[in-house]
């Protein structure tokens, strides 16, 4: 069964960090993209970031440049995202996403682009 599992969500206040984690199970993780999309209160669910299988090609969303890291450990299956400076604006539910892709170099940032999607974690920081 393939499943992926968040963790590391939390109450924190601005300007202080977290990592975010996403551990894969019931898939050969190397094969995959991964990607984090993130839905703030009674708002629709975005793109975050997301890294390609050769761990390289990485993409963010323009509010998170230079805050966020995404990372992936093949060796652990596990997906990361390192976010600092963190704003109340970054208050959201953060779910991670995988997709099995032949496509070595390509971060996708459409939801489309992804069929597994974990159950999230709730990241909240007050001012």
């Known amino acids: 069964q393939v499943q992926l599992l968040e963790s590391g969500g939390g109450l924190v206040q601005a300007g202080d960090s977290l990592r975010l984690s996403c551990a894969a199970s019931?898939?050969?993780?190397?094969?995959?993209?991964m990607a984090w999309f993130r839905q703030p209160p009674g708002k629709e669910r975005k793109f975050v970031a997301a890294i390609a299988r050769n761990g390289v090609t990485i993409v963010y969303e323009d509010s998170v440049k230079g805050r966020f890291t995404i990372s992936r450990d093949n060796a652990k299956n596990t997906v990361y995202l390192q976010m600092n400076s963190l704003k109340p604006e970054d208050t959201a539910v953060y779910r991670c996403?995988?997709?099995?892709?032949?496509?070595?170099?390509?971060?996708?940032?459409?939801?489309?682009?992804?069929?597994?999607w974990g159950q999230g974690t709730q990241v909240i920081v007050s001012s």
């Open positions: 019931g898939l050969t993780f190397s094969n995959y993209r």
């Open positions: 996403a995988a997709r099995d892709t032949p496509n070595w170099s390509y971060a996708a940032r459409a939801e489309g682009d992804y069929d597994v």
